[in-house]
């Protein structure tokens, strides 16, 4: 119930001052948001877009569309650099193709709390500001997932028991750990996960506590093993021509709003970690929180060696965000 009231009072915090503008003309801007509409991400965007509505007078109405339905996973920041929708919501490591910067947040075990999530955004956040600007996207605010773990149909002891299973991939460093562990790598949207469980085309899945709700996971996998791998984050972006085109203080109040949503989406994840995690085991997933040895120090392995592969592809300037990180500092 603690948790209940925190997050309840968590998100009243995110409602902003108006603040007065002279009268300008409405503009109406779509936005495109990858979950599901309870999922807390997609309840951050929708306060986050009145929050934006009130500070302006009403002259800026952000429409929210929760659970990809206008735009797929891939398709959002192409949509957005296009100017097709103003704003969109995704998985920041689903750009990893692009660059490796996009994938940082998602190699295993290099971050694997909410601290150490904090430290590396805080280096790495202004290299994916100037990376996401080359395209025409300004990144607007993000938010983090609870950590990563795995879901599975089948008890697991050890990372041979992932052998040749169909392990769901969401990114391309997801696609290349399924391969070091022998896996096969199966990409399923979020929105078909359950249905590919139920066809037999999915066997274990990587994904946070929060995910597994949203899908009732409890009717398509038996355990879940808390690894907490990663912390990986959704980022909100703006068409930056349309984002230039607002008046001066219309794009302080969307860049206001998003500081506060940014604030409140930390929160809301650390918050909701361990209530999501019991939540499961009260519909009868097995949760695991005391690892075994031998398959936390194979998913370790990998994680290292994943770390590594980033490194040599990444470029000098790109690892010496690693180095800050490590070295406790920033830019």
């Not at 009130?54 to 735009?71: F, K």
């Amino acid at each position: 119930m603690k948790t209940v009231h925190c997050v309840s009072a968590l998100c009243a915090l995110l409602v902003a001052l108006p603040v007065a503008f002279p009268v300008q003309s409405n503009e109406r801007w779509s936005m495109s948001v990858e979950q599901p509409a309870g999922n807390f991400i997609s309840r951050v965007a929708v306060d986050f877009a009145r929050n934006v509505r009130q500070a302006t007078q009403g002259h800026l109405d952000i429409r929210v569309h929760p659970n990809s339905a206008l735009y797929r996973r891939l398709d959002v920041k192409p949509a957005v650099s296009r100017g097709d929708i103003q704003l969109g919501d995704l998985f920041m490591s689903a750009l990893g193709n692009e660059d490796p910067i996009y994938e940082l947040d998602s190699l295993p075990f290099l971050a694997t709390d909410y601290e150490q999530a904090r430290k590396l955004w805080a280096v790495s956040r202004s290299a994916i500001e100037q990376r996401l600007l080359a395209d025409g996207v300004r990144l607007v605010y993000a938010v983090p997932w609870p950590a990563q773990s795995l879901f599975s149909d089948r008890p697991l002891q050890h990372v041979g028991d992932l052998r040749d299973l169909r392990f769901r991939s969401y990114n391309p460093t997801i696609s290349r750990l399924a391969h070091l562990l022998h896996a096969q790598p199966t990409t399923i949207n979020t929105e078909d996960v359950a249905q590919a469980f139920r066809d037999g085309k999915v066997d274990v899945m990587l994904t946070s506590s929060a995910t597994g709700m949203d899908l009732r996971a409890w009717d398509f996998v038996s355990h879940f093993y808390d690894v907490r791998a990663f912390i990986p984050k959704n980022i909100v972006i703006v068409n930056e021509r349309a984002f230039q085109r607002l008046p001066e203080a219309h794009r302080q109040a969307l860049l206001h709003a998003g500081e506060r949503a940014e604030r409140a989406g930390w929160e809301l994840s650390w918050a909701l970690t361990g209530y999501q995690t019991r939540m499961l085991a009260r519909r009868g997933i097995t949760v695991v929180q005391d690892i075994p040895p031998a398959l936390h120090q194979g998913l370790t392995e990998v994680g290292q060696t994943l770390t590594n592969e980033w490194l040599a592809r990444a470029g000098e300037d790109r690892a010496r965000i690693i180095d800050d990180y490590l070295e406790g500092g920033e830019h």
